[in-house]
């Protein structure tokens, strides 16, 4: 499972972060470096003075602008519209380091992001998929309540709490820093960003950068839910153009060419659905989030319920972190000692 207290980085911040063991405006000492992205980077922190850890999320050099810190404050603000909803993560503050650099001070979350889960797993079982749906849709709806819109969540935005021991997943969406919000319109960056793999999560209206709406998120949330349960995206292409011209011509990747669609005989309406919402034309999406809900409800109702037991059985071979790995490999020792024992006389 991840673990929020270790380094999660997959640049070269991980090898060598700013930062580190630093006291930032002398209230946070830096300690790991938890996850990093083109415009900032988050950190595990101790309190100072105490004990208590938070996350501070330190806007780059390149991003501490006056848009960037306005970005900032404004993600920090839509935290305190929200706080009080469960998906969200808790603010406690906002200011500036020593160096000028705007920083962000939120609860630190142990969790495993969606991103990992789906690296360990390839793919989720379609109900589990699902659960997991309804509590980002949950999140959705407390951001729409404000006239905000997210547009860009991806499954490193999503976080599983104690997902292994729970039979439904408890979700935190994070990472607010590029939403459309109705107080702050200029600063919706709607140009399609140049990062890995951010354009695969992205609507076609911002790739074109037009305006944005509800349907905007139905149509993200869509992608998400699809490789959920699909195990790969939507939409061919290897770049941002490739999969934009997909995108712009609906050229959906049917459930059959999925490596899973066995486990997906039976899903033909919940891939009906999930096509509906993945149009190019923004009318001809499902409309609104109550209306994709009850579509997935009824989705919900007519799948089986999956055992845990069931998931890695079929899965523990291709996972590292896998429980059941490790109690093979106990049985097989197991084994292995009752023979030598049968041989010597034992």
Same mark, same amino acid.
């Given at each position: =499972? ?14 060598? @972060? ?58 920090? %603000? ?13 603010? *406690? ?8 650099? @705007? ?13 990992? !889960? ?11 998929? !699902? ?24 499954? %490193?935005?999503?976080? !599983? ?6 039979? #439904? ?10 939403? +459309?919000? @109705? ?15 951010? *354009? ?34 939507? +939409?061919?292409? %290897? ?8 995108? =712009? ?5 049917? +459930? ?17 659905? !999930? ?16 209306? #994709?809900?009850?579509?997935? =409800? ?23 972190? %896998? ?24």
């Amino acid at each position: =499972m991840f673990d929020p207290f270790e380094q999660l980085d997959l640049n070269s911040d991980a090898c060598a @972060p700013p930062h580190l063991n630093q006291r930032i405006d002398g209230k946070y000492l830096i300690q790991k470096l938890i996850g990093s992205g083109s415009s900032s980077r988050v950190y595990s922190a101790k309190v100072y003075p105490g004990d208590a850890l938070v996350a501070v999320k330190i806007l780059r050099e390149n991003c501490s602008t006056r848009i960037g810190e306005r970005k900032l404050a404004l993600e920090g %603000s839509v935290l305190i519209e929200v706080s009080k909803h469960k998906n969200f993560v808790s603010v *406690y503050d906002f200011g500036k380091s020593e160096a000028g650099e @705007p920083y962000l001070v939120t609860e630190l979350i142990k969790a495993i992001s969606l991103k990992e !889960l789906l690296k360990d797993y390839k793919h989720l079982p379609v109900d589990k998929a !699902l659960e997991i749906g309804f509590e980002l849709l949950d999140a959705l709806e407390q951001l729409h309540a404000h006239g905000i819109f997210h547009t860009s969540f991806k499954p %490193s935005d999503i976080l !599983l709490i104690d997902y292994f021991n729970k039979q #439904l997943p408890e979700v935190k969406l994070v990472d607010l820093d590029s939403i +459309f919000h @109705p107080e702050e319109p200029e600063l919706y960056n709607s140009e399609l960003p140049s990062e890995g793999a951010s *354009y695969a999560y992205l609507s076609p209206e911002q790739g074109m950068e037009s305006g944005v709406d509800i349907r905007s998120d139905i149509y993200v949330f869509a992608i998400v839910l699809y490789e959920m349960v699909c195990g790969r995206l939507p +939409f061919k292409g %290897s770049t941002a153009v490739e999969m934009l011209n997909n995108k =712009m011509a609906s050229n959906i990747v049917p +459930f059959s060419e999925s490596e899973f669609s066995s486990s997906l005989s039976g899903q033909a309406n919940l891939e009906a659905l !999930l096509r509906k919402c993945l149009q190019a034309d923004k009318n001809r999406r499902v409309q609104s989030l109550a209306e #994709l809900k009850e579509e997935l =409800m009824a989705a919900r109702k007519r799948t089986a319920t999956t055992m845990e037991h069931e998931v890695d059985i079929k899965n523990w071979e291709k996972l590292p972190r %896998s429980a059941y790995a490790d109690k093979e490999k106990e049985k097989e020792a197991d084994n292995w000692v009752s023979k030598v024992k049968k041989f010597m006389g034992g």
